[in-house]
């Protein structure tokens, strides 16, 4: 099977970011500032965006859930609405509503988008965010209850009357009129722990994470694989005509002076928590593959830097040791992913082809 490539949806704002450390400054800014342009719409932006990701022949966009951004059900359902072949990923979290209300709602969303529509279901990663949204559960808590609310959410995709009684949720007799209109959405299951990867075994199918080096990732995605789930990375991407020149640009998005670290925000996550201790020296994980911005922004800033064989070939490596699926993103957004869809796709799908033909 081909591999999939999905890219995560630009902030409010950001699409008319015009150089890669415009980029940088406005989503640094969009986690801490409360007037950030981030905090409202922009159809226009996200539309650009859009019909470029359907040209480059992106499979899904992602949309996060943040308290900094716009709600990404409704944002997924005015975006159905002027798109054909674009799939919306939507990051949730178990607490925020009853299993059945979310249920009511993503069939809702599942039918305006004619079945183009998938869950990434989140933990949640800022003690600060959730103790925001009314959520005081610890880390391995908001895992079990995650279990219950997909375990609930099955149960009436499934259909007929639901009947569940468990730690964190308790469903009588509960039906929801409007179905889904399509088999059981995809499910992704976000995190670094052993109770995210149990999750996505036990509720979900795809386990995602940040890129790390394939001979460190080798063995969980083996082990995730043969227990049936699919395993997608998350990574960003610099694609220049050479790796000399993807690498000054990458490294022209380290914070100048005094050192930004927004890793401490994410103070509940194994992921941010490993990003943070990255030694200097280790920042080069692959000739290909660049952790600089990391301890600096966050893990999903692990960046696929090169030209766009190196590029193709690092996927192709990922593909190798069981990854199917990748979520991306770079900066600025437009220009990354026109030059992914026109340079790297094509360059992975022929390297694709011959794999197919040796086997």
């Known amino acids: 099977?081909?591999?999939r490539f999905h890219w995560m949806l630009p902030k409010p704002g950001e699409v008319a970011m015009q150089t890669a450390l415009d980029a940088v400054r406005f989503r640094c800014e969009s986690m801490t500032s409360r007037t950030s342009p981030a905090r409202l719409t922009d159809m226009d932006g996200w539309?650009?965006?859009a019909r470029h990701a359907e040209e480059a022949g992106i499979d899904s966009s992602l949309i996060p859930l943040t308290r900094n951004e716009p709600d990404p059900l409704l944002v997924a359902c005015a975006l159905a609405q002027e798109t054909e072949k674009l799939k919306f990923i939507i990051a949730y979290r178990?607490?925020?509503?009853?299993?059945?209300?979310?249920?009511?709602?993503?069939?809702?969303?599942?039918?305006?988008s004619d079945g183009r529509v998938a869950l990434n279901l989140v933990a949640g990663s800022s003690t600060a965010e959730q103790h925001g949204y009314g959520d005081f559960l610890s880390h391995d808590e908001r895992y079990a209850r995650a279990e219950e609310f997909l375990a609930v959410c099955h149960a009436f995709w499934r259909g007929g009357d639901v009947d569940f009684?468990?730690?964190?949720?308790?469903?009588?007799?509960?039906?929801?009129?409007?179905t889904l209109g399509m088999p059981a959405p995809e499910i992704y299951i976000s995190g670094h722990s052993e109770q995210s990867e149990e999750l996505a075994v036990s509720q979900g199918t795809t386990w995602l994470r940040v890129a790390d080096a394939p001979e460190k990732l080798q063995a969980s995605v083996g082990s995730m694989r043969a227990r049936g789930?699919?395993?997608?990375?998350s990574v960003c991407i610099i694609c220049r005509p050479t790796r000399e020149e993807a690498i000054r640009h990458a490294q022209s998005m380290l914070p100048a002076g005094t050192t930004s670290n927004l890793t401490a925000v994410k103070d509940d996550s194994r992921m941010y928590a490993e990003s943070a201790a990255i030694e200097r020296d280790a920042y080069f994980l692959k000739p290909w593959l660049w952790a600089g911005l990391a301890p600096h922004y966050g893990p999903v800033w692990t960046t696929l830097v090169g030209t766009p064989d190196d590029l193709a070939e690092a996927f192709i490596e990922y593909k190798r040791i069981g990854v199917s699926e990748f979520i991306l993103s770079g900066w600025p957004e437009i220009a990354e992913l026109d030059l992914f869809g026109r340079e790297v796709l094509p360059r992975v799908r022929e390297r694709e082809s011959r794999m197919r033909g040796v086997a």
């Not at 178990?94 to 305006?112: E, I, K």
């Not at 009684?165 to 409007?178: A, C, D, K, L, S």
């Open 94 to 112: 178990s607490g925020l509503m009853q299993p059945a209300t979310f249920v009511q709602q993503f069939n809702t969303l599942s039918r305006f």
């Open 165 to 178: 009684n468990g730690r964190y949720y308790q469903v009588e007799r509960g039906r929801i009129h409007t």
């Open 1 to 3: 099977m081909d591999l």
């Open 229 to 233: 789930a699919a395993v997608c990375l």
């Open 47 to 49: 539309l650009r965006f």
